[in-house]
């Protein structure tokens, strides 16, 4: 059975850091999709990183650019999201999602994600 469990949430002032992990265990694809989602109260979920395992893509929304960086670590199927510098409106609960990656995909569409974890919350103070 797939499985997502997220990590690393919590509640940080605003210029501040967090990494959230995200622990995979029964894929069975040897090459997925595992991206980072968030959802704030009252808004649509948004995405917010991907990355291709193995090193084949990476994707950031314009909104987490040059602050978030995906990275992966193979040999404990853990995928991760450094945020720096974080600001107020960052705050929300943060999904990792997983799929088996399509060849040629980017990971950049909602199918590339058929698995999602329980989430994590962020909360960033002004």
């Known amino acids: 059975e797939e499985q997502l469990v997220e990590s690393g949430g919590g509640s940080v002032q605003a210029g501040g850091s967090l990494r959230l992990s995200c622990t995979a265990s029964?894929?069975?694809?040897?090459?997925?999709?595992v991206g980072w989602f968030r959802q704030a109260p009252g808004k649509e979920r948004e995405d917010v990183a991907s990355?291709?395992?193995?090193?084949?893509?990476?994707y950031y929304a314009d909104s987490v650019k040059g602050r978030f960086t995906i990275s992966e670590d193979s040999a404990k199927n853990t995928v991760y999201l450094q945020m720096n510098s974080l600001k107020p409106e960052d705050t929300a609960m943060y999904f990792c999602?997983?799929?088996?990656?399509?060849?040629?995909?980017?990971?950049?569409?909602?199918?590339?994600?058929?698995?999602w974890g329980q989430g994590t919350q962020v909360t960033v103070s002004s």
């Open positions: 999602a997983a799929g088996p990656r399509e060849f040629g995909s980017w990971c950049t569409n909602s199918r590339d994600f058929a698995y």
């Open positions: 029964g894929l069975t694809s040897s090459s997925n999709c």
């Open positions: 990355i291709g395992t193995g090193g084949i893509s990476t």
